[in-house]
Structure formats: structure tokens, C-alpha cells
């Protein structure tokens, strides 16, 4: 894999804790294991154990690590760093679509991919379900020569760049270092480089490029490029498939036209007004940054964390941003901005431009691929146990499905007598406190419509007994904020419950806390209960939104 240009020497003003801190999180998120120690991290590194200690306790408290007794593992905040990437160059939105609407209408997957270094990144996919599924996750990365994208963007390589490509081919040739693809079985270099080089040849005569099983066995793709309003070469579109569906011959026939037709669209969407810059929602800088160095005191990196603000700051705006916007953006001096700017350019992750600095794809490989495959569960999981542990009662994440919640997480408390209840578990939403606050955030017609399906035979002994009821239930749910059952779907059942959002605001699922109500009384239930409930969906609804923006999140 390429690997950052220290060796080109270290600028005499690099922020040494922000060259740390993104080395342990590129660790992180190369190796397969999940779980880090960080006596691991240091032998790894080459960093002294006090150091992994400092840079681990920052990452925790910025919320791109989280700890599990001894491990550390990457968190969903290290997602921002990805997404400001992904903002800043506006090729997810403005190109995904044309990809969904090209891969329904050829029934096949496509991706949207870059080039970055000697490597293809993988920027938007648009799969097909199917039993042998074909799918790459957003900010792989794969060797140029391993795959249709590569062939193009390497048309256009100069000398410099294709001595980079024997140099990393020389080191790695068996492709250990790219973890997206199986090792390139043994083969003499001087046949892979000339089987690639002919590829390009091609590539540059045809247009196109073709995959012929270049990553693995029985995997087939045909890309063209996609142009900017300059003529040049932006990115690459692919539309995969196999060997049981096609042959490359009879792919590159069905695919090519609608795939011409989807370059062309996509082309149009880059060139038109706003398409290839434009103001964002602008981040937020790390504003309780100098409070926590003065809680944690030297256990706290702040320029760990004002060079994470800048990189983070790309996300405000598509192109190059100056070193004054970063400044006003991140709240920084324009000083300490500009430091943190030569570190990320010696480390790959910034080129300067004429009219600014620009964030590069590289910025993806520090946890972005990991993290977009989360689903809903995995994200919930560890919040549901540090509220487990805090109120010492059973909590769950539940989703709408048809006239139903089903559980998707649930962590259980460890008293004696508890809710026993599984993931996978079925329940009438009208009668849960999730289902709830589920049906309060429908439009109005589908909510009447859902409850009108509900006869009085199909109501639970203890639940309200006429459809007014359950309006006015729902509606009072919708306008307090939170759903709550008292002994409606069993006796003795309390629940509480909230909304879990996404990053668009919209009521994606519902978190609560269920009890037995011999416990406490209502009102002191509720008041111990539902602040640490609302604190708990709002941290999921904040991962949720990280790890989505740009990728979906499935509810498992």
C-alpha cells in the first residue's frame, strides 16, 4: 500500500503529535484484527508506550477511538475525517445517483472510484443483493494494476509516477500491503508489468478498460473515465459482475452504452453551476478542545486535536480552501492552522494548489472503509452498555417493520429478575413505547393508515381498547418526546423510550430502557430515566449520522 511521503524529509515546523496520532489510527484501520492494545500499538508504531497512552486517551475523548476494557477500537467519529474528504470533493453526491440509476438499469453493480497514488479508492458503490454478492466498501483501495479504473488512470501517468509503481510493485509483490484483495498469486515482474502496461496502452487508445479476473477469480468490470469541465480525468466508473452472469466480452457489449450514457450524465452534473465547488454546512471545530487539555492536562494532545479540526474543516466547502478560511473555520490561528496544513501535505492527506489547499483521498484510509460497513447494532451496542451500566436496567434499539418493531440491539441488565427479550424479537408497535415513537414521526395519512389496520380482537388485554385511544397515545408520544407504557403489553412492564435520528434528522429507530414497574414509581422513573435515555440516542444518532452521511447504514 502506498505509504505516506515521510521519507521525503520532515518539514522543520511538522506537529509531531498530529504525525502520531494519525500513524495510530492508519494502524488501526490496515490491519484485520479489530481490537488493539496499546502495547500492540507501540511495537507496531515504533512509539513509546507513554505516547500510545496520551494519543489513545485524546482519540477516545475526540470520539475516534473507543476503549472495551484493555482493547481500543476504532469509533465512529473517525468517520469525519473520511467524510470531509468526501464533502470537500462532492463526487458521492453529485455522481452517486447517476450510479443507482446505471446499476438498476443494468442489474449489475457500479462503482464510482479515484485514483491516489499508484492505487484506485473506491468513492461510491451502488450494489446488486444477490447470493454471490460483488461489493467494494467506500475508501478501499486496490492496486492500479488489479483492477479496470487503474488501467485509465494510469494512462496518464508520467515517469515519476510509473517509477513510483515499480518501486511499491518491487517492495509488495504479492499485494499484502492493499487488504481490499486477495495476495497476488507468485508471477515474474517483468510479466505483470507488461501485461499492466499493455492494459494502458489500450486504455489509452480505447477509453475504456476492461477486468478480466484481475482481483480474483470469476470477477469481471468495465470502467470509462469521468471528466471535468477542464478535460480532465476526475474519477472512473465500473460496472462489475461475473463470470456466472458474463463473459468480459459480452459484459463490455451490454454495459457500454448505458454506460457511455450514465459518463455523460455525470459529466453535466460536474459541470454544471455549483457542481464543482460550493458552500457546505459548515463543521464544527473541536470547541471543548482547550477545556479538556485543562481537565486531562498532559494526557490531552490539543494539537492532536486542532490538526484533526483542520482536516475536518475540508468538509465545509467543495475544492481548495485557503489557509485564512481553514483559520476562521476551525477557530485557530492562522499560525498553528498552518502547521497543522504542512504536517497533513508531508503526510499525503493536503496538496497546496494555486487557490488553496486541497484534501486528497488518502484521508480515507484512516478508518473510513472499516467504518462505513457498521451497521445500526454495532454502532447502538456499546452505547446501550455504558446505559445499562449506568441505570442498571435492561435497553434495546428497535426499527419499524410493516405494523411491528423488531429488536435490532438490546443489552440486558444483570438482575435477577429481568426483560427477557432477544434481538429478532416481533412486537405490535402500537403497543411499545418504541413503536410509539416510531409511528409519532410518520406522516400523518401513513400513521392512521397503520393504525386502522388494528381491530379491536388483535389489542392486548391491558392496552388501550379503542382506536381513539391509540391515536391520542401516539400523538401525545409525538408531542412530548418520548414513549412511555405502563404495564400495557404485560403486567408489571414499564418502558421508556426515545428516537434514534439520522444525520438528515429524520426517526430512523427508537432506544429504550424497560423495567419491572414494581421498581419505582412513574415519576421517578421517568426522572431518573430519561435524561441518560435522550443522552444515550443522541450519541447513536451522532454516530449514525458520521458513519451514514455518505454511506448507508443497514439495520442488520
Known sequence: MPQPTEAQGAPDELVGPLERGLAVLRVMAAGPELRHRPGDLARTTGLARSTIDRVATTLVRLGALRTEGRDLLLAPGAAELG?????????????GPHAVALADALDESVSVAVPDGDGVRFLAQATRRRAMAISFRTGDLLPAERCAPGALFAARWDETELEDWRARRAKDPLDTGFPSVPPRPPAPAGEVESEFLA?????????????????????????????GPDGAVVCAVSVVSHTSRHSARSLTAQALPPLRKAVAAMEAALAAPGGASGALPETAATAAAPALKEEL??????????????????????????????????GLPRATARRSLITLRHLGYVREEPDGFLVLPRVLELGYARLSRLSLPEIATPHLVALVLRVHESASVAVLDGDDIRYVARVASTRIMHIDITV?????AYATSMGRVLLGALPEAERAARLGRITPE???????TTREGLDEAVTATA????????????E??????????????????AVNVALHA??????????????????????????????????PVTTG
Open 83 to 95: 467524510n470531509a474528504y468526501l464533502a470537500s470533493c462532492g463526487l458521492p453526491g453529485l455522481l
Open 199 to 227: 492494459r494502458v496502452r489500450e486504455a489509452r487508445e480505447t477509453g475504456l478498460a476492461v477486468d478480466d479476473q484481475l482481483i480474483e477469480p470469476g470477477l469481471l468490470a468495465v470502467a470509462l473515465p469521468v471528466r
Open 297 to 330: 492536562g498532559s494526557g490531552f494532545l490539543q494539537s492532536l486535536a486542532r490538526g484533526l479540526d483542520v482536516l475536518r474543516a475540508f468538509g465545509s466547502a467543495r475544492g481548495p480552501l485557503r489557509l485564512a478560511e481553514l483559520a476562521r473555520l476551525t
Open 424 to 428: 429478532g424479537t416481533r412486537l405490535p
Open 458 to 464: 388483535a389489542l392486548t388485554p391491558r392496552t388501550v
Open 479 to 490: 408531542a412530548r418526546g418520548y414513549g412511555w407504557v405502563e404495564q400495557e403489553l404485560e
Open 492 to 509: 408489571g412492564l414499564r418502558s421508556l423510550a426515545v428516537a434514534v435520528t439520522d444525520g438528515a434528522g429524520r426517526v430512523v429507530a
Open 518 to 551: 414494581g421498581r419505582a414509581t412513574p415519576e421517578e422513573s421517568l426522572a431518573a430515566l430519561l435524561p441518560p435515555l435522550r443522552e444515550t440516542a443522541a450519541l447513536i444518532s451522532a454516530d449514525l449520522a458520521a458513519v451514514g452521511r455518505f454511506s
